[in-house]
């Protein structure tokens, strides 16, 4: 696996900034909620949270925004090959602290990634891994990736798409929130070019299993397993942090690499 410059000290956390009402979080960098006032989704995958910024985290997000990210407004279409120098481009969904995003970024530096969350700490983490270790191939997007996909992509745009253990939403009545659903995978694929791969990993068993069914069952994707089952992990997905804090509990992971047909 890749070897990257490692991260700023993750315990030097300051709180944000003082500022004053409607000023921004960071000058120039990532808004608030992009899209909400005009694409507001009332099911949302994730739970907002206003989470303390690292002060590395937080000069990265000022001084790298600019360059590298881009909110998801859901007001225009995105160029994907302009913005990733005509890169084939894979989109990474729920990327976290961005370690792993960054190690396939510097594996594969043909490949461009659009890596989407909502989280501003991962942000900056992930914009100061690439920028520490020369990573021209990734783009970081802020807001709700199902916006960006429905709003911002063009048919066929993509050639993968990666969603490394999404928020499991354990409670029964939360069950609509999780993200792997069928009217999800009707969009994602009207987004990949036929021949993409979808990869998916959870060391949630019920949802694995929810996956593996909804996946199976979806006229768009056909699995690469023959056996029609879970997947190896592939070489090219190194160990996220969500997943290191499964297995510390015990936790099987399951991997699901489906093609779009
Ligand atoms: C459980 S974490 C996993 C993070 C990382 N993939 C890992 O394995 O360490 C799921 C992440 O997905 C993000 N997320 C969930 N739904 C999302 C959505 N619709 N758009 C963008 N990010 C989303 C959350 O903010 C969270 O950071």
């Not at 960054?102 to 989407?116: E, K, N, R, S, W």
């Amino acid at each position: 696996m890749t070897e990257l410059r490692n991260t700023a000290s993750e315990n030097d956390t300051v709180p944000a900034p003082r500022r004053a009402k409607g000023e921004p979080r960071f000058p120039g960098g990532p808004a608030a909620d992009p899209a909400g006032s005009h694409h507001e989704r009332r099911i949302r995958s994730f739970q907002p949270r206003r989470s303390r910024v690292t002060a590395g985290q937080a000069e990265a997000l000022e001084r790298l925004w600019p360059k590298w990210g881009l909110d998801i407004d859901g007001l225009h279409k995105l160029d994907l090959g302009e913005l990733l120098g005509g890169r084939p481009v894979v989109l990474e969904i729920g990327f976290g602290m961005g370690e792993a995003t960054a190690q396939m970024a510097a594996a594969d530096p043909d490949t461009g990634i659009l890596a989407v969350d909502v989280h501003t700490p991962g942000q900056g983490n992930l914009l100061g891994l690439a920028d520490r270790n020369g990573l021209s191939n990734v783009r970081v997007a802020n807001g709700d990736a199902i916006i960006l996909l429905r709003e911002m992509l063009e048919p066929g745009a993509l050639d993968g798409l990666r969603v490394y253990f999404p928020d499991p939403w354990p409670k029964k009545r939360h069950h609509k929130r999780r993200i792997i659903q069928p009217e999800f995978l009707t969009l994602a694929a009207s987004r990949m070019r036929p021949g993409a791969l979808i990869h998916c990993a959870t060391d949630w068993e019920p949802y694995a299993e929810q996956m593996l069914e909804v996946l199976g069952e979806h006229p768009d994707f056909e699995n690469t397993q023959e056996n029609g089952g879970y997947t190896p992990r592939p070489p090219f997905r190194p160990l996220t942090r969500f997943e290191g804090q499964g297995l510390d509990k015990g936790h099987v992971v399951h991997d699901l690499l489906f093609r779009r047909k």
